[in-house]
């Protein structure tokens, strides 16, 4: 009989079916825009997982027709209503960024990201750290980073020039190119590309009940600790980048012209 | 008049045309599945081969219609029968496979791979460390490693992921995926597929009246000391991971459970 | 209005629209064969680019039908003349390369290169220091290294074998395969093939307007200090590497052999 838990979180859902454990981004009216508290609870669910020994392999994937529209812009919104400056916005936003995207290196199981259709900025850089990516053929994958003023997150600096080529890699990190699911399987950055999930589940279901230690002692061969520590000081210093472009004049510009657009 | 030159050797031959130096696995009927006397004579040729001044290149390909099917089970079986315990027999296959994989990374001169059919396990691994491989159509690359309670070998947890990206490359180390030619061509692990061998060695044989030194200098510039130090860390590492599996109970009923599916 | 400087080179010609600003090799005439004083003038545009905070992206391209057919094998027959020893001629084609190389390492801005046509030797090389590639579908790829008792410059040793995979990226530093645009997309080298150029530049000017300090940062994030000192000692060992084969009987014999053979 399958143990089938979910955890009491308000912006992801969390179950485990087997050796499966499923995350789940869960918030589809906004498109699964990632808000603070919602950074926080996957960040906590990855940690969770990581010391869950009943289970051998982590999903993550959308709940609704979006993967993940990224960064919740709405609460810097918030932030400024409350009085923020710029930069306490832009130091808040980094404490949060770091152990986010840490939680992501530091998983030491396979990690496998099924991209159930468009994936925006943070929804989109931390495949980097994927073992394995599935995409629907829908999806599509945008990073504005230098467009709002912003650079790479989530070693995604170190992560897509690696994977995709330094020339797919850079039209995506420098120069805000859009990719789709084809683009996305020719450059690596995508393993698989699917049209009906079932079979995609039904796989990586098969995976899981793979030998657990086997699993794991795979992940932790191809992710040492010493490939751990080097992509945490990459987290270190794309955040620290980060909190400097959110707190610029040239950031807050950059912002506005993008919206205004979009607008 | 090309020289000619054939080693001594039970399980494989090496021969000399010129400055071209072949090695072929030669267990036909047993479809070139490795024995621990035949990785110690795959090691032994290589460090030959490196000492060998007169020989500018070395290929390496499968007598018959497999490249090689991989470890000798039956080896396992006589040290069973000689009542060695599986941590013995874990022991002595770690200390195999160690100066097996050296031999590879530390070959200082152009190795191109002919996979003149299936590949499996160990037959697959260190084609990560070719600097070239030709592929027949039919080949295909098999890796059962955690379906067998094992884990990556050959310095394929590096090679692997780092040739085919992420993706591909952990869906045949975590995931046991085997792959065609034509998908190990799509993820660089190979790259050139032929039908017709005659070609290939033509063009091999021509490869190795290049320059002698130039060739060297360029090995040794594409994989430099250092590299050749990370490399058998990475040996060093996955052999011991492999030493706890093989001496593990979950290992030995992963593979009762592969053969009985098999049988 | 556009802000458009020239500066006063013989060999290549400078220029600024805007943030974009474009170097082009200069000498259509030879095909842009790179003597002594363009390698100077290139590493000094180069550097006075990476001064000018009034760029934020530099294009390279070639004038005329050719990208460039690489080193100008005359300057070599001038030294001769000169009385300059082979030891002498290596030395200082040593000192040429190792600045020349770094300028392009160091360049801490985005880089893209517009290959216009056939590249050759030093004009594909530096290719892999480039953070994006555009090829026009007549391109073709070719470094004649070790045919002519010589190696890998530029660090293509490193930057070639990580963005085309070891096979196709050996095939072209060990083997000397020449590659069409095609081939040069799928192995990663090129990012985009193009038949009309018009679009490009739009496409460059567009990307030229983007938030300067975003574009520098991803630059930096991309190419950290760190990697910038690991490529200059890659082109160290390199140059090092090519100054024994330039002094050497059988580098100069091989070139002899290609000469009489291409005569």
Redesign the interface.
């Known amino acids: 009989m399958l143990k089938n838990i979910r955890r009491a979180y308000s912006y992801i859902s969390l179950e485990q079916t087997g050796a499966l454990s499923i995350l789940k981004f869960n918030r589809p009216k906004k498109y699964n825009a990632i808000n603070p508290d919602m950074y926080d609870e996957i960040g906590d669910a990855l940690r969770k997982e990581k010391a869950n020994d009943s289970s051998s392999l982590l999903a993550i994937t959308g709940e609704g027709s979006y993967y993940s529209s990224g960064n919740d812009l709405t609460a810097f919104a918030k932030w400024m209503a409350q009085g923020k400056s710029q930069e306490e916005m832009a130091e808040t936003a980094h404490d949060i960024m770091v152990p986010f995207v840490d939680a992501f290196i530091e998983f030491d199981k ?1 990690m496998i990201s099924v991209v159930n259709g468009p994936a925006v900025g943070i929804g989109v850089s931390h495949l980097g750290l ?4 599935y995409a629907h053929e829908s999806a599509t994958f945008y990073m504005p ?8 997150e989530a070693c995604s ?2 992560t897509f ?11 995506m ?4 190119k859009k990719i789709d699911a084809e683009e996305a399987k020719n ?6 590309i699917y049209s009906d999930d079932g079979p995609v589940w039904q796989k990586i279901e098969e ?1 899981s009940k ?6 794991k ?3 932790q ?2 992710r ?1 600790a010493a490939d751990v520590e080097f992509l945490k000081q990459v987290n270190l ?2 955040a620290a ?1 980060l909190r ?2 959110w707190a ?1 004049p ?2 807050a510009e ?1 912002i506005m012209k993008f919206l205004m657009r979009k607008g």
Chains 1, 2, 3 share one sequence.
Not at 161 to 171: E, F, L, Q, V, Y
Not at 173 to 176: D, E, L, S, T, Y
Request: glycine share 6%; with cysteine.
């Open positions: 396979p994927a073992d394995f990516v980073f230098t467009i709002l003023g912003q650079s790479a600096s170190v020039p690696k994977i995709m080529g330094p020339s797919d890699g850079h039209a990190i420098m120069f805000n450059s690596k950055l995508v393993g698989e995976y793979l030998p657990k230690k086997s699993l002692y795979s992940k061969l191809v040492t210093r794309e980048r400097e472009r610029s040239d950031c950059a």
